[in-house]
């Protein structure tokens, strides 16, 4: 695709229920990105996949968050009993690789809202 | 301390002018440092990176970096009103992968 896109762009939810976010990277980046951004507040790293290695999950807030790739194409980051602090925008983003330089191009979003 | 610090604004200038933003990080191996604007309810999109020493231009933008000091800037000359977002600061460490961002700089260009 021309670019990287993720859906659903808006979710509400009620407090403890389980959501699914998407992201399809843009085709032939190797390496996915997710972050989440609070309301006024920069960026904060989940997670990353870079090929077929592990992912790094260093960022990931608590064990209700998981997320998960297929090969080199789409990823789902998924929040399990979702909470209101779970508010926010969760941002994916692609690169050709993980090297220093290589740019990360990032999606939409997806808005989600915690009731 | 945070890891990427930037001072969260809002800076204003006029239009025609020069905007100054800063940005140091505690994280001496840090490789590569970017430049992201952010409108507002967008997503960010890159403006430019540096992991040289000194200065690198591209059009009306400037950034510079100093690893000695920890310190990378962007400087906008000719600031124009289409200019007015918000200027994340971005590390990234010597193994790649993740960026480190700041909580972002907000700037407003007034005409």
């Not at chain 2, 800037?73 to 700041?102: E, H």
Request: hydrophobic share 30%; net charge neutral; glycine share 10%.
């Amino acid at each position: 695709g021309a670019g990287v896109s993720q859906s659903p762009s808006n979710k509400v939810t009620e407090k403890g229920k389980d959501v699914e976010l998407r992201c399809d990277p843009i085709s032939g980046h190797t390496a996915l990105y997710w972050y989440r951004q609070r309301l006024g507040q920069g960026l904060e790293f989940l997670i990353y996949f870079q090929g077929n290695s592990a992912p790094d999950k260093s960022g990931l807030p608590s064990d209700r968050f998981s997320a998960e790739r297929t090969g080199e194409s789409v990823s789902t980051l998924t929040i399990q009993r979702t909470q209101q602090e779970d508010s926010a925008v969760y941002l994916c983003a692609s690169s050709f690789g993980s090297r220093g330089t290589d740019t990360q191009y990032f999606g939409p979003g997806t808005r989600l809202t915690v009731l | 301390q945070k890891e990427v610090e930037q001072n969260s604004g809002p800076l204003s200038v006029p239009e025609g002018a020069i905007a100054s933003l800063n940005c140091t990080y505690s994280d001496r191996g840090s490789q590569s440092f970017f430049w992201y604007r952010q409108y507002s309810g967008k997503s960010p999109e890159l403006i430019m990176f540096i992991y040289s020493n000194g200065d690198k231009e591209d059009g009306r933008f400037t950034a510079q970096l100093n690893k000695a000091s920890q310190y990378v800037s962007l400087l906008i000359r000719d600031s124009q009103p289409s200019d007015s977002a918000t200027y994340l600061c971005a590390v990234r460490g010597n193994q790649g992968g993740k960026l480190i961002f700041g909580q972002g700089t907000e700037l407003s260009v007034k005409p």
